[in-house]
C-alpha cells in the first residue's frame, strides 16, 4: 500500500503567511512545480458526481482561485460549492525530483472547509490524507473549528494510483461555507518535496521581549522528518525600514538530526522605528532554501504618569427610567478614590473603582464633575449625562469574541478577557465591554431542541449560566455583548432568532445584556429580493421593535456587510451601529481596502448612528483555537488605530487578551489616539488628498481643532511635506503628534512604508478656519 503522510506538519510553513522564496507555495521558477492557479470551473450546490473524472463539466462557469465566490458574481450562494480544474501531471516531476519523497498538493486556504478528489477519487479532507478507497463523509465541514480559512496541503507517495503520471488529471474540490466568504482563496499548486518541508521554522510566533535599550527574541529551528538529517546556514539580517540603519548580522550553522531542534537568540537594539528582520536558511543537502522576515514592534506611546488622569468619553447617554452603568476610565498609580459632583438623583458612584450605577432620571442632559485623587496628585474633567432616545453617543469600544476565537469561545475565554480588561488597565482607557460573538447557543446541527417548551433559546453546554456572566462582567465594571441572527441559523450553524424576536430580546434582557450584534447569516435563504431596501431593513426592524420592549437599553449593531447602502437606512431601524464592508483579516490588503473604502458613508455617521468597518486585528489572532500573531506589520497597525479613530468606528479589540504582548497594549492606550475616536461631535474623518501613494484624512474635532491622517500606502519609505492651506486650514496652527504626544514644528516628515504621521491641527485663533 502506498505510504500516506499526514500533512499536519507541512502545512505549518505555509500558514503564517509569512514571506516565501522559491521554496513557497506561490513560487513557479523551479521546473519541479506545477502552478493550477488558471482553468478553474464552478458550479454551486451539492452532488458527488461532480467528482469523477468523466464528468461533463462544459456547462460550469469559469472562476478565479483566490478570491471567494461572492465577489464574482455568485452573492446568493451558502453552504455546498464544487470546483473543477484539469491538468497533465509532467513525468518532469518525478524525474527532476530531490529527494523523491512525495508529491505535494497545496490546495491554498479554503473558506471553510474541504473534500479533495483527483480523477475520481477522494484524497483527502479539511487536510489531511485519506487511504486510497475512501468513501466520502457527508458530514465532513464538523471538523476543528480552527480550519476555516487555513491551507491545505496533501502529501501523496509517488506511486498512489491516484495520480496519472503523464496524463490528465482531474482535481475536484468540494467545499462548504459556513459564514462569511467561500472557496477556495489560495493558488493551488503541484510540486515535489523538497527539505525545507522538513523545516519549522516560524520566529513570528515568539514575540520580542522589551529588555531595556534591547529588543530580544528567541526562537526554535526543528527538523520534522523522521529519517532525514539536515545541515545548513541560517542567516540573520535586519536593518531600521526608515532609517536604513544596519542593526543586526549573523550566521549560524545548523545541524539538525531527525525530530530535533536547536534553539536560537539574537538582540537588536530598540529604534523608534521597525526594523525588518530577514531570515535565511540554506541546505547542504540542495533545494531552495527557505526565508522569512518580520518587522520588530517599537513603541510610540508615552507612558502614562503615575498621576491620575480622566480619560474616555466626555459624554455618555441612555434611556430614562433604564439601567445604567459607566465606568470612569482613570490611568494613574493606584488606589485612585473617585468623587462625582451634580450626579443626578437614581445614580451612584464608587468612590473606590468609579463605576456609576443606578437608574436614569427624567430626560436631560445632567453634567458632571469627575474627579480622582491618588498619592500622586488629583485631576477632574465634566462629564455630560444625557438622558434620552439615543444610545452610544460615542463610538462603543470593548472585545469581541470572534476574531480570536471564533466558534471555539467559551465562557472561559470570556471571563479571562474581562479580566485581562481591568488587570491590564484597558478599562482605565475606555475599553468597556465584553462581548460574545457566534457560538454560545445549541448548534442547529447537533439534533437537539434548540429551544425550551415556552420558546426560549437555549445556550450550549460552553455557557451554562448566562446571567451568570453578565453580573460577573458588571460586577467588574464592564458592558456584556451578545450575538445572533435574523435567520434560522447563525453564520456558525447554531441557533438563529428568526420567529422568535421577542423571546430571545426577553431572554438578552433577563441576563443583563447591554450589546446586541445581530448578524445576517441564514437570513439569506428568506429574503426575497436582496435588491429591495424594504426587504434588507425588515429582519433588522422586527428586532428593534422587540428590543424597545424591554426595560433595558441594548445597543444594537446591525451586521450586514454593507448590502444596500446600509449607512443610509441603518439608524432608521433602530441600529446604532452598523457593518459597512464584509468580514477583515489580519492583511495588509484587507484591512486597507476596508479602511479607505469608507467614503461614501460620512455624512450618516454621528453620535447614537455609527459605521462600522469591522473589528480589529491586533494581537494574537485567529478565528478559532490556534492562533497566530497578527500578520500586519507594526506599522500597519499604527494605521489601523490612527484610520480607525479618525473614521469614528466602533473600537472593539479581536484578539486573545490573556496573551496581551507589550507592544500591542502600547498601540491600544493612547489616550491621545483613543480621544479622536471618542470626540463627542462624532464627525467621520474625510479624504481631503490623494498624492502619488499618500492620502490624507481630516477630522473635525468639538474643541475646533482638526485630526489629521497622513497615510503612506507605498511600498517604500516616503518624505511627505504636509500643506495646512491645501486642506482648508488657514493660519499657524499648532501641530501635535499624537501617537508620540508631543508638539511638533516640522512640517516634512518621513513616514514608513504602509505607516502614518496621525496629528492634530490645534484649533485656530479667532477669525481663522
Not at 534591547?214 to 539536515?230: E, H, I, Q
Not at 459607566?326 to 438623583?345: C, D, E, M, N, Y
Not at 432616545?389 to 472585545?399: I, Q, S, V
Not at 446571567?467 to 460586577?475: E, I, K, N, T, V
Request: with cysteine; aromatic share 8%.
Amino acid at each position: 500500500m502506498p505510504v500516506l503522510r499526514s500533512i499536519l506538519i507541512p502545512a505549518a510553513l505555509v500558514i503564517l503567511g509569512l514571506p516565501l522564496t522559491a521554496s513557497g507555495e506561490g513560487a513557479t521558477t523551479s521546473p519541479a512545480r506545477l502552478p493550477l492557479d488558471q482553468g478553474w470551473k464552478f458550479m454551486p450546490g451539492d452532488n458527488l458526481a461532480y467528482a469523477a473524472s468523466a464528468f461533463d463539466d462544459r456547462a460550469w462557469k469559469p472562476i478565479k482561485v483566490g478570491l471567494a465566490w461572492q465577489k464574482q458574481g455568485w452573492e446568493q450562494v451558502q453552504g455546498y460549492a464544487w470546483y473543477r480544474v484539469s491538468f497533465t501531471l509532467p513525468e518532469k516531476l518525478r524525474a527532476q525530483d530531490l529527494l523523491k519523497d512525495g508529491l505535494r498538493l497545496s490546495i491554498g486556504s479554503v473558506a471553510d472547509f474541504d473534500q479533495c478528489f483527483l480523477n475520481g477519487q477522494m484524497v483527502g479532507a479539511n487536510g489531511t490524507v485519506v487511504p486510497v478507497g475512501s468513501t466520502p463523509d457527508d458530514l465532513f465541514w464538523k471538523a476543528d473549528e480552527s480550519l476555516p480559512g487555513q491551507p491545505r496541503t496533501y502529501l501523496l507517495d509517488l506511486e498512489d494510483p491516484r495520480l496519472k503520471w503523464g496524463q490528465e488529471n482531474v482535481l475536484a474540490m468540494r467545499v462548504y461555507m459556513v459564514s462569511g466568504w467561500g472557496g477556495l482563496m489560495g493558488a493551488p499548486l503541484v510540486r515535489m518535496m523538497e527539505p525545507a518541508d522538513y523545516v519549522t521554522l516560524n520566529p513570528d510566533l515568539e514575540p520580542f521581549a522589551f529588555k531595556g535599550s534591547k529588543l530580544a527574541k528567541t526562537f526554535t529551528v526543528s527538523n520534522t522528518s523522521a529519517t532525514r538529517p539536515l545541515r545548513g546556514q541560517l542567516t540573520l539580517t535586519a536593518k531600521g525600514l526608515v532609517s536604513g540603519a544596519p542593526v543586526l548580522s549573523k550566521v549560524i550553522e545548523l545541524d539538525l538530526k531527525p525530530k530535533s531542534s536547536q534553539s536560537i537568540g539574537f538582540e537588536i537594539p530598540r529604534r523608534s522605528e521597525a526594523c525588518r528582520i530577514q531570515y535565511g536558511l540554506s541546505f547542504q543537502e540542495g533545494g531552495a532554501p527557505l526565508t522569512r522576515s518580520e518587522e520588530s514592534p517599537y513603541v510610540l506611546t508615552p507612558q502614562a504618569p503615575a498621576s491620575p488622569r480622566i480619560n474616555g468619553p466626555e459624554v455618555v447617554g441612555g434611556r430614562p427610567g433604564r439601567a445604567f452603568l459607566f465606568t470612569v476610565p482613570a490611568s494613574g498609580q493606584k488606589p485612585i478614590r473617585f468623587v462625582a459632583k451634580g450626579l443626578p438623583q437614581g445614580l451612584s458612584l464608587d468612590a473606590a473603582t468609579g463605576v456609576i450605577r443606578g437608574t436614569l432620571p427624567a430626560a436631560g442632559t445632567y453634567t458632571v464633575t469627575l474627579r480622582a485623587t491618588n498619592a500622586k496628585g488629583s485631576t477632574q474633567r465634566k462629564l455630560d449625562i444625557v438622558a434620552g432616545p439615543r444610545l452610544a453617543l460615542t463610538p462603543p469600544m470593548g472585545w469581541n469574541s470572534w476574531n480570536a476565537w471564533g466558534l471555539a469561545v467559551d465562557e472561559e475565554k470570556v471571563v479571562a478577557s474581562a479580566k485581562t480588561i481591568v488587570d491590564k488597565g484597558l478599562r482605565d482607557h475606555g475599553w468597556a465591554s465584553v462581548n460574545i460573538d457566534d457560538g454560545w447557543e445549541i448548534s442547529t446541527r447537533d439534533g437537539v431542541p434548540l429551544r425550551e417548551a415556552d420558546g426560549r433559546i437555549k445556550v450550549n453546554g460552553k455557557f451554562p449560566d448566562m446571567a451568570r456572566l453578565g453580573r460577573r462582567l458588571h460586577d467588574l465594571g464592564l458592558k456584556f455583548g451578545i450575538y445572533s441572527s435574523p435567520g434560522p441559523a447563525t453564520c456558525g450553524g447554531y441557533a438563529g432568532s428568526y420567529q422568535n424576536e421577542a423571546s430571545d430580546a426577553r431572554s438578552y434582557a433577563s441576563w443583563g445584556v447591554d450589546y446586541l450584534k445581530y448578524d445576517w447569516c441564514s437570513y439569506s435563504t428568506i429574503a426575497k429580493n436582496l435588491d429591495s431596501p424594504e426587504e434588507l431593513k425588515k429582519p433588522f426592524a422586527l428586532m428593534n421593535e422587540a428590543l424597545q420592549k424591554v426595560d433595558r437599553d441594548i445597543v444594537y449593531s446591525l451586521c450586514q456587510y454593507g448590502m444596500g447602502k446600509v449607512w443610509e437606512w441603518g439608524d432608521q431601524v433602530g441600529g446604532q451601529l452598523w457593518r459597512t464592508t464584509g468580514d477583515i483579516s489580519d492583511s495588509w490588503d484587507s484591512m486597507s481596502k476596508i479602511g479607505f473604502s469608507q467614503v461614501e458613508g460620512a455624512p450618516f455617521a454621528g453620535p447614537g448612528h455609527w459605521n462600522d468597518p469591522d473589528m480589529l486585528v491586533v494581537g494574537w489572532v485567529g478565528w478559532g483555537p490556534k492562533l497566530h500573531p497578527s500578520r500586519l506589520t507594526p506599522d500597519e497597525q499604527y494605521t489601523h488605530l490612527s484610520l480607525w479613530s479618525l473614521l469614528s468606528a466602533p473600537l472593539l479589540i479581536g484578539c486573545d487578551l490573556p496573551r496581551l504582548d507589550a507592544f500591542t497594549l502600547n498601540l491600544l492606550t493612547n489616550d491621545e489616539v483613543l480621544a479622536v475616536d471618542q470626540d463627542r461631535l462624532g464627525k467621520q474623518a474625510t479624504l481631503r488628498l490623494k498624492q502619488g501613494d499618500f492620502q490624507i484624512w481630516v477630522k473635525e474635532l468639538a474643541d475646533g481643532g482638526r485630526a489629521i491622517g497622513v497615510f503612506n500606502l507605498g511600498s517604500e519609505t516616503t518624505a511627505y511635506t504636509l500643506d495646512l492651506k491645501a486642506l482648508g486650514l488657514a493660519g499657524s496652527r499648532t501641530l501635535r503628534d499624537l501617537w508620540r504626544q508631543k508638539d511638533v514644528k516640522v512640517r516634512t516628515f518621513k513616514v514608513p512604508a504602509h505607516g502614518v504621521m496621525l496629528l492634530k491641527a490645534k484649533a485656530a485663533k479667532s477669525g481663522q478656519l
